[in-house]
């Protein structure tokens, strides 16, 4: 799947949900939806089954780094470390993030587990207007659906080292873009 293209039609759907696109007809806007509906059910079947599973997800992002783009929040870059502990190179700051992560069991008749993380409590969500504290959880379908680019272990040592550089905020990067700059080698994965 090309990531442009992905981005598109999420942040498509995101701007003609809000009512926000003049002009779009309620035909052409159903068109896009159903385009988008299509695209995704492709990736997810791209992908075995027990990826989704508790097993699965921990197996995938125990030692992962993704990284992950929204119009929201700019380009992130997470490591989720095998002991549960997260390390997140957020837009705008000079520091890593350090939180939580855990998978936990699908619920309301979803059959994706869900990805879950929490943040300290001096910690802020500038997209959400949330402080940290507290699990947040997505189902696993749709986190995968929203990483633009997923490697094994931590390429740019959030962990040990910090940030390389403070990431722009808006701002769209590849994981080969941010390891050029910083000195990082990554092979991507699927």
Not at 100 to 126: D, H
Not at 146 to 153: C, D, K, L, S, V
Not at 169 to 187: N, P
Request: one cysteine or more; glycine letters at 8%; charged letters at 20%.
């Amino acid at each position: 799947m090309v990531p442009v293209i992905k981005h598109v039609v999420w942040a498509g759907v995101t701007v003609f949900v809000c009512g926000c696109s003049p002009g779009l007809s309620p035909e052409q806007f159903q068109a896009k939806v159903q385009e988008f509906q299509s695209r995704s059910a492709a990736e997810i079947a791209s992908y075995p089954a027990e990826t989704f599973s508790v097993a699965g997800m921990r197996k995938r992002y125990s030692g992962a780094t993704f990284l992950d783009y929204s119009v929201q929040h700019g380009t992130q870059v997470e490591y989720l470390a095998p002991d549960g502990k997260t390390f997140l190179w957020y837009p705008g700051n000079t520091a890593v993030v350090i939180g939580q992560w855990t998978v936990k069991p699908p619920v309301g008749g979803s059959k994706y587990a869900r990805l879950c993380w929490k943040y300290g409590l001096l910690t802020y969500n500038p997209v959400t207007q949330r402080p940290g504290g507290e699990f947040s959880c997505v189902n696993a379908n749709r986190h995968i659906l929203a990483e633009e680019e997923y490697t094994r272990g931590d390429p740019f040592d959030l962990r040990e080292s910090g940030i390389p550089f403070p990431l722009k905020k808006k701002r769209q990067y590849s994981m080969k873009e941010l390891a050029k700059r910083s000195g990082a080698s990554v092979v991507l994965v699927h």
